[in-house]
Nanobody, 126 residues
Framework: VQLQASGGGLVQVGGSLRLSCVAS??????????MGWFRQAPGKEREFVAA????????SYSGSVEGRFTISRDNAESTAYLQMDSLKPEDTAIYYC??????????????????WGRGTLVTVSS
């Protein structure tokens, strides 16, 4: 599977962006695995942002983004989304999407995710 994240850009503090992650080239249906969003700021380790179960019924967020970011998915379009509102300078990072192996419980650990796509850069200016 190939995961392609897009939608990043430059935005002012308090602004919004919507990231997309499209899956392609997979023999498994998109609705068979959980999806996650992670980010990595310069000089920092990759950190969990949000995850969503294969059906979309279950979600999980990091404390730093809960209430501001919303993860969703459209299984018919093989796409996961990350709606980011009330952006802060500390949200500046490269954002990556990834998927878990089929059957795994929803996780927040980067080590539990596979098939990392190329990231998309989000820059929040103050």
């Amino acid at each position: 599977v190939q995961l392609q994240a897009s939608g990043g850009g430059l935005v002012q503090v308090g602004g919004s962006l919507r990231l997309s992650c499209v899956a392609s080239g997979d023999t498994l249906p998109f609705n068979t695995y959980n999806m996650g969003w992670f980010r990595q700021a310069p000089g920092k380790e990759r950190e969990f942002v949000a995850a969503i179960s294969r059906t979309g019924a279950g979600t999980s967020y990091s404390g730093s983004v809960e209430g501001r970011f919303t993860i969703s998915r459209d299984n018919a379009e093989s796409t996961a989304y990350l709606q980011m509102d009330s952006l802060k300078p500390e949200d500046t990072a490269i954002y990556y999407c990834a998927r878990q192996p089929v059957g795994d419980p929803l996780s927040t650990a980067p080590a539990d995710f596979r098939a990392w796509g190329r990231g998309t850069l989000v820059t929040v200016s103050s």
